[in-house]
């Protein structure tokens, strides 16, 4: 009886420790990414994304996902044209899903050229045309390389 007491007394506490420091990691990445840490703010939003550590919470992944975007993480900006491409935590919308591949291209994330011409596939030729003025704005906007 002992033993299965303190079995489950250890699975208490590893439940209640890992818990509390799942917490205390999207704490942390919350307070980094608030700190412009563009890796910390990709990290809250595949949390929220996954449902790692937090409830799943697909919109608010596109805004962490848009933050760590915006400082210039290519992963990030990559991430955006799938979620786009896709329409998950978005409306569906090729015009940006192109652009963002293309901001991503144009910081070095090399893969995104296949996405991005895929994306162009399913754009008329106004369309396309409008997706490249805004990749166009959003690259000169979010130019920090950051490929990993």
Same mark, same amino acid.
């Given at each position: 009886?002992?033993?299965?007491?303190?079995?489950? #007394?250890?699975?208490?506490?590893?439940?209640?420790?890992?818990?509390?420091?799942?917490? @205390?990691?999207?704490?942390? *990445? %919350? +307070? +980094?990414?608030?700190?412009?840490?563009?890796?910390?703010?990709? !990290?809250?939003?595949?949390?929220?994304?996954? &449902?790692?550590? #937090?409830?799943?919470?697909?919109? =608010?992944? %596109?805004?962490?996902?848009?933050? $760590? *975007?915006?400082? &210039?993480? @290519?992963?990030? !900006?990559?991430?955006?044209?799938? /979620?786009? =491409?896709?329409?998950? &935590?978005?409306?569906?919308?090729?015009?940006? =899903?192109?652009?963002?591949? @293309?901001?991503?291209? $144009?910081? &070095?994330?090399? %893969? @995104?050229?296949?996405?991005? !011409?895929?994306? +162009?596939?399913?754009?008329?030729? /106004?369309?396309?045309?409008?997706?490249?003025?805004?990749?166009?704005?959003? $690259?000169?906007?979010?130019? #920090? $390389?950051?490929?990993?």
């Amino acid at each position: 009886m002992f033993k299965v007491y303190a079995f489950l #007394v250890t699975l208490l506490l590893t439940l209640v420790t890992g818990h509390v420091n799942a917490a @205390s990691e999207y704490e942390q *990445a %919350i +307070a +980094a990414a608030n700190e412009g840490n563009y890796k910390a703010a990709y !990290q809250v939003a595949s949390m929220l994304d996954n &449902g790692r550590h #937090v409830d799943e919470d697909k919109v =608010a992944a %596109i805004e962490w996902y848009t933050k $760590s *975007a915006r400082m &210039g993480y @290519s992963q990030a !900006q990559s991430m955006l044209g799938f /979620k786009y =491409a896709m329409g998950t &935590g978005v409306e569906k919308d090729m015009k940006t =899903a192109y652009a963002w591949f @293309s901001v991503a291209l $144009s910081n &070095g994330h090399e %893969i @995104s050229e296949q996405y991005q !011409q895929k994306a +162009a596939k399913d754009l008329s030729a /106004k369309e396309l045309e409008v997706a490249k003025d805004m990749a166009e704005k959003w $690259s000169a906007a979010y130019k #920090v $390389s950051k490929v990993d």
